[in-house]
């Protein structure tokens, strides 16, 4: 019994002392059991004197490092206050000192001024002209002068003056050099370029343009009319004397125009259907009177060489008016007159074949022509109808369909009237000749039979 209260005594201090004593070292006995504990008491107040010492001296090291902080922090406010300060006192220094400079500048701020719209528009006129197509890059000095906020010193003024003085002269020469050409493709090739003054730019016996917002010679998408193009082939050809020669003097603008001006398959392609079976009447009319105009100059011919030789009739239609008289000579003058007139009746309608046809395509050609008009301004209205007035390229298609058709029929209709006019002449020369050549043969037949 005394041996279970001793262990449990053990057990129970074991568990104060939070497991400090292994069980190897457990007391046998309440005597070794109560120094244990003397032990472990002296032990652990040692231990919580040395952490209070330690609290105590770190306690002090926190309140020296606060201490320091907030010194830190004062400083800090301070320099701030002395930096704002030094701030308002160079604001007002540099106020000060632009009013100075105002002042010692005295005229000297105008010719800035005069200095800076000067380049600013100088440089303009030289990234469009076209002498910078031969020296490229001229610009940049005179923007960046026109750009700049203080006053410029004496050499950048002088080169702003020889740069003025450089597109003057280059004004007025005409030079050759080499340079890349651009090609409406896209492709490249190297040519000799003929500059005419800042008008002009040709090549390879054309007109081309200087793009400054691409930096490169261009070949214009569209050459202006035959006169002008032969006029630069002449000019670049010549090496002696005058030539005559087309230049812009809006220094390319206008080339550029040309560019955008309708072609003939452009106008014709406007024309839309009515205005292809305009050009197919033309067509057709004009390739029939062709051929009767031929075949009634043939007859006509022949029929003028039958009129030396009466005697010998031929295979023409006068040939044939004879061989009816031949055939009836015998018979009297009524007869003969009843069967000439039968022979002139036949070979007539050979002789006036087709002309009613091209007569007829005369006047169909403007009647088309209004059709179109008429159909163009019905599509120019539904357009104003769905999209209304508000761009004029939505009406562009049905009012150029509107004119061009109108003006492919007269230009149609025209020419077919006058080719009616020459077929229709020559037919009525060749049956006024049957008709003369019969009333005489008449007048012999009756001028024998009274004798």
Request: glycine letters at 10%.
């Amino acid at each position: 019994m005394k041996k279970l209260i001793t262990s449990a005594l053990v057990a129970a201090s074991f568990s104060l002392t939070a497991g400090m004593v292994s069980a190897a070292d457990a007391p046998t006995s309440i005597d070794q059991l109560l120094q244990q504990v003397k032990a472990d008491r002296k032990s652990d107040a040692r231990i919580n004197k040395k952490r209070e010492a330690e609290f105590k001296a770190e306690r002090g090291d926190k309140a020296a490092l606060l201490k320091r902080e907030k010194r830190a922090l004062a400083n800090e406010k301070q320099r701030g206050k002395d930096l704002n300060q030094a701030f308002l006192d160079n604001e007002r220094k540099i106020a000060q000192l632009e009013a100075d400079l105002i002042v010692a500048q005295g005229d000297l701020g105008e010719m800035f001024g005069v200095v800076k719209g000067e380049a600013g528009d100088f440089s303009g006129k030289l990234e469009a002209s076209n002498i910078s197509a031969q020296y490229p890059g001229r610009e940049k000095f005179i923007a960046e002068l026109g750009a700049r906020k203080q006053l410029p010193k004496i050499h950048e003024l002088e080169k702003f003056w020889e740069e003025q003085l450089f597109e003057m002269v280059q004004q007025g020469k005409i030079v050759k050099f080499n340079a890349e050409i651009t090609g409406i493709d896209g492709s490249v090739h190297n040519s000799e370029v003929t500059r005419v003054g800042v008008y002009n730019l040709l090549a390879d016996g054309h007109y081309v343009v200087y793009k400054p917002e691409l930096g490169l010679i261009q070949e214009l998408a569209q050459q202006p009319g035959g006169e002008h193009v032969s006029s630069v082939k002449d000019y670049v050809g010549t090496t002696s004397g005058y030539e005559k020669l087309f230049v812009d003097p809006a220094r390319g603008t206008l080339l550029n125009v040309f560019t955008q001006k309708a072609t003939i398959e452009d106008r014709i392609e406007a024309g839309g259907p009515i205005g292809y079976i305009i050009i197919g009447i033309l067509v057709i009319g004009a390739a029939l009177a062709l051929f009767l105009m031929f075949s009634l100059f043939s007859v006509g011919a022949k029929v003028n060489a039958q009129r030396k030789n009466l005697g010998t009739p031929g295979n023409n239609p006068l040939g044939r008016i004879l061989k009816a008289y031949h055939d009836n000579k015998n018979s009297d003058v009524e007869t003969i007159e009843l069967k000439l007139d039968e022979a002139i009746l036949k070979e007539t309608p050979a002789l006036e074949k087709g002309l009613s046809i091209i007569k007829v395509f005369a006047a169909i050609a403007p009647m088309m022509g209004l059709l179109g008009t008429v159909t163009g301004m019905i599509a120019t209205f539904q357009s104003i109808q769905l999209f209304g007035t508000g761009d004029p390229k939505l009406m562009a298609g049905g009012i150029s369909m509107a004119l061009i058709t109108t003006v492919q029929g007269l230009i149609a209709a025209l020419p077919l009237m006058l080719l009616h006019a020459i077929v229709s002449a020559k037919s009525k020369s060749v049956v006024q000749v049957l008709e003369e050549q019969s009333a005489g043969l008449v007048a012999q037949h009756a001028e024998k039979r009274a004798d």
